[in-house]
């Protein structure tokens, strides 16, 4: 099944309030989701020969499944008239297991309905860079749902394992994982990143290249317990995103592709031909002579430590999107900027980027936007189709 007239169907029972059959083809004409005519076209079908409408029967397929899955309901005593159920409004739609169905395409990649774990079994070329948030082992759920601490090793791990299948000589696995989680009850810090990084080695055979930090200046205060409240701790201000790859020497990063324009002092003192004294500093661990620094260079090494406010226009427009379109709105968006750094940095231009934790598909954007092919997914259906919007519209 594909996602486009599955999306537009359940799109025009979510703006439309009672729905009769006759207005919801008109609409799926109108929108471009179904050829016009295409309802009063018939065709001979099965052994009796009867005519029928082909468009017609899809559409009743599909709201037969959607019926199943509780999306929809009739109107008593109408014939052929169908609403959105308070549940298609309210709740997220999870993918059935082992089920992916693809929501939609771009000219370099494609969005999907499904679980991780199945989105991933499915790869059969070579990913360059899987980058994502899976979801955080958070002890308060998010609406999408979030696996309990002491499952989150073997979850993430379990999900990654089949990604060695796929995965480019030197391609990068980068995870975004959160800096807040703590031991119940407790202001000590779980572990659970250490504990990560050395099952990742362990079972999945992957080196760690580095922690970056993502320092968020408009993060939210917190942890309120112990740094508002108990005041035995810092306020929060990043979260982390793990690299690894299972070749250090051939890893694909090139941080020429994320240069930083030069400082104004540096672009000065290379201007001046750098350097003009001798110097040893730092007890010999860094020495200066006439002309250090003085080569002019396409521009600074991106430091890090990631300067990066997630209140961005990108998130911005998302959320007027999101409202717009009647969806939930997501809880957990990456902001474009960082995605589209460390898609760069990461993955060559042409080269295969996959997130099977997409959410609201930041990182499909990112690609596409950079040139990169990419495959991304995520187990509700409200996000697929808000991705599915976001990659319609203009990059912002
Ligand atoms: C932290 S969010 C990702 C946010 C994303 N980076 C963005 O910028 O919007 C994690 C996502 O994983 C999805 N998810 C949770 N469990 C999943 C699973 N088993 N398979 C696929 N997606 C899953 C959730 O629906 C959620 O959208």
């Given at each position: 099944?594909?996602?486009?007239?599955?999306?537009?169907?359940?799109?025009?029972?979510?703006?439309?309030?009672?729905?009769?059959?006759?207005?919801?083809?008109?609409?799926?004409?109108?929108?471009?989701?179904?050829?016009?005519?295409?309802?009063?076209?018939?065709?001979?079908?099965?052994?009796?020969?009867?005519?029928?409408?082909?468009?017609?029967?899809?559409?009743?397929?599909?709201?037969?499944?959607?019926?199943?899955?509780?999306?929809?309901?009739?109107?008593?005593?109408?014939?052929?008239?169908?609403?959105?159920?308070?549940?298609?409004?309210?709740?997220?739609?999870?993918?059935?297991?082992?089920?992916?169905?693809?929501?939609?395409?771009?000219?370099?990649?494609?969005?999907?309905?499904?679980?991780?774990?199945?989105?991933?079994?499915?790869?059969?070329?070579p990913v360059s860079l899987?980058?994502?948030?899976?979801?955080?082992?958070?002890?308060?759920?998010?609406?999408?749902?979030?696996?309990?601490?002491?499952?989150?090793?073997?979850?993430?791990?379990?999900?990654?394992?089949?990604?060695m299948r796929t995965i480019a000589p030197g391609g990068v696995v980068?995870?975004?994982?959160?800096?807040?989680?703590?031991?119940?009850?407790?202001?000590?810090?779980?572990?659970?990143?250490?504990?990560?990084?050395?099952?990742?080695?362990?079972?999945?055979g992957l080196a760690?290249?580095?922690?970056?930090?993502?320092?968020?200046?408009?993060?939210?205060?917190?942890?309120?317990?112990?740094?508002?409240?108990?005041?035995?701790?810092?306020?929060?201000?990043?979260?982390?995103?793990?690299?690894?790859t299972n070749d250090p020497h051939q890893c694909k990063a090139?941080?020429?592709?994320?240069?930083?324009?030069?400082?104004?002092?540096?672009?000065?003192?290379?201007?001046?031909?750098?350097?003009?004294?001798?110097?040893?500093?730092?007890?010999?661990?860094?020495?200066?002579?006439?002309?250090?620094?003085?080569?002019?260079?396409?521009?600074?090494?991106?430091?890090?430590?990631?300067?990066?406010?997630?209140?961005?226009?990108?998130?911005?427009?998302?959320?007027?999107?999101?409202?717009?379109?009647?969806?939930?709105?997501?809880?957990?968006?990456?902001?474009?900027?960082?995605?589209?750094?460390?898609?760069?940095?990461?993955?060559p231009?042409?080269e295969?980027?996959?997130?099977?934790?997409?959410?609201?598909?930041?990182?499909?954007?990112?690609?596409?936007?950079?040139?990169?092919?990419?495959?991304?997914?995520?187990?509700?259906?409200?996000?697929?189709?808000?991705?599915?919007?976001?990659?319609?519209?203009?990059?912002?």
């Amino acid at each position: 099944m594909q996602l486009d007239l599955f999306a537009a169907v359940l799109d025009e029972y979510l703006h439309a309030g009672n729905l009769p059959n006759e207005a919801l083809y008109g609409s799926l004409c109108a929108r471009g989701a179904v050829r016009p005519g295409a309802f009063q076209q018939r065709v001979p079908i099965g052994a009796s020969g009867e005519q029928h409408s082909l468009a017609k029967r899809r559409v009743r397929w599909i709201q037969q499944t959607m019926r199943a899955m509780g999306l929809i309901e009739r109107i008593p005593e109408q014939r052929g008239v169908w609403r959105a159920t308070a549940k298609a409004k309210a709740e997220l739609t999870p993918a059935q297991p082992k089920v992916v169905i693809l929501g939609f395409h771009t000219e370099l990649g494609i969005g999907i309905w499904g679980n991780a774990a199945d989105v991933i079994s499915r790869i059969d070329q070579p990913v360059s860079l899987f980058l994502t948030s899976p979801p955080y082992p958070l002890r308060q759920p998010r609406a999408y749902g979030n696996p309990g601490l002491s499952e989150y090793v073997d979850f993430i791990t379990a999900t990654l394992e089949p990604i060695m299948r796929t995965i480019a000589p030197g391609g990068v696995v980068a995870l975004n994982v959160t800096n807040d989680i703590f031991v119940e009850g407790s202001p000590e810090r779980s572990t659970y990143r250490e504990e990560l990084v050395l099952a990742i080695k362990r079972r999945c055979g992957l080196a760690l290249m580095d922690t970056l930090i993502w320092h968020n200046p408009s993060k939210p205060p917190g942890p309120i317990q112990w740094a508002s409240k108990q005041r035995m701790q810092l306020g929060v201000a990043y979260e982390q995103v793990l690299y690894f790859t299972n070749d250090p020497h051939q890893c694909k990063a090139d941080n020429r592709r994320v240069l930083q324009p030069h400082s104004e002092a540096q672009r000065r003192l290379i201007e001046r031909g750098g350097e003009k004294r001798h110097a040893i500093n730092a007890d010999g661990a860094y020495r200066l002579r006439p002309g250090s620094y003085g080569n002019a260079t396409a521009g600074s090494i991106q430091r890090n430590v990631l300067n990066i406010s997630h209140n961005c226009p990108s998130q911005r427009a998302l959320r007027s999107r999101t409202d717009a379109l009647g969806l939930p709105r997501h809880g957990a968006v990456m902001p474009l900027k960082l995605a589209r750094l460390l898609v760069e940095f990461f993955c060559p231009p042409g080269e295969l980027v996959v997130d099977p934790f997409a959410g609201s598909f930041t990182t499909a954007r990112a690609a596409e936007d950079s040139g990169r092919r990419w495959i991304c997914g995520d187990k509700h259906l409200e996000y697929v189709l808000l991705g599915k919007h976001r990659m319609e519209s203009a990059p912002s």
